[in-house]
């Protein structure tokens, strides 16, 4: 496949997504290069998340090392909430459905699922940006029910199920994981910088569960 075909191809697939087209997904399923368009669309999608998280950070005057260490744990974060999400998808599909799907197939539809995370920039957006953010996981959510529809070969309502479980895992890791990602980061950061404070529960309120929004300079010096 050629440079502008792939790049093609990675289009189609986001418009499909964007759109619910179940065709699509199903497109996608016979597609022989769905292993790197469903890569390229998370790599897009983790780097624009990325980006509203940069801008965030910057603007609330968090630099430097810290910057560096806020952006770490939170795409390390990401990564390990996706990976609990496979599998579930994965074991919760085979239990209410009754037959298992190809594990590679359920990695590839859950990396499809981000592509609506594209616009995950926007997030920054004043005033409206936690509301965009929950539009793009709530738009995500619905992509991946349509895409378990396909993967499983099932039903509207059973597809609906096995989202709804791998979803809710999924927050309910991110909420586990909160605090110690929380106390990970500060002792890092303390070890780096001589500065004992990095995340506060504040932060961890913000809805950026791995993202420290605002700056809280300990007592006798700043970061």
Do not use: C
């Not at 998280?53 to 990401?78: E, H, K, Q, T, Y």
């Amino acid at each position: 496949m050629g440079f502008l075909d792939f790049w093609g191809a990675v289009g189609h697939a986001l418009w499909g997504v964007f759109t619910l087209d179940r065709s699509t997904a199903e497109w996608f399923a016979a597609h022989p290069a769905n292993g790197q368009i469903a890569l390229t669309i998370a790599l897009l999608a983790g780097i624009s998340m990325l980006l509203g998280d940069s801008a965030v950070l910057f603007f609330n005057r968090v630099r430097g090392i810290r910057f560096g260490i806020s952006l770490l744990l939170n795409g390390l974060g990401m990564i390990a909430l996706y990976l609990v999400q496979a599998i579930v998808l994965t074991v919760v599909g085979d239990w209410i459905v009754g037959h298992p799907p190809v594990a590679p197939f359920v990695i590839r539809g859950m990396l499809l699922s981000t592509a609506p995370m594209v616009f995950g920039v926007l997030a920054l957006v004043p005033y409206f940006g936690p509301a965009i953010a929950r539009f793009l996981q709530a738009w995500s959510v619905v992509a991946l029910w349509v895409i378990v529809q396909v993967l499983y070969d099932t039903g509207l309502w059973r597809a609906l199920v096995v989202t709804l479980l791998a979803w809710g895992s999924m927050q309910l890791m991110s909420w586990a994981l909160a605090r110690p990602v929380a106390y990970l980061g500060s002792r890092i950061f303390r070890l780096v910088s001589g500065h004992p404070v990095m995340l506060t529960g504040r932060d961890l309120l913000s809805g950026h569960p791995f993202l420290p929004v605002e700056e809280h300079p300990a007592k006798g010096g700043r970061d």
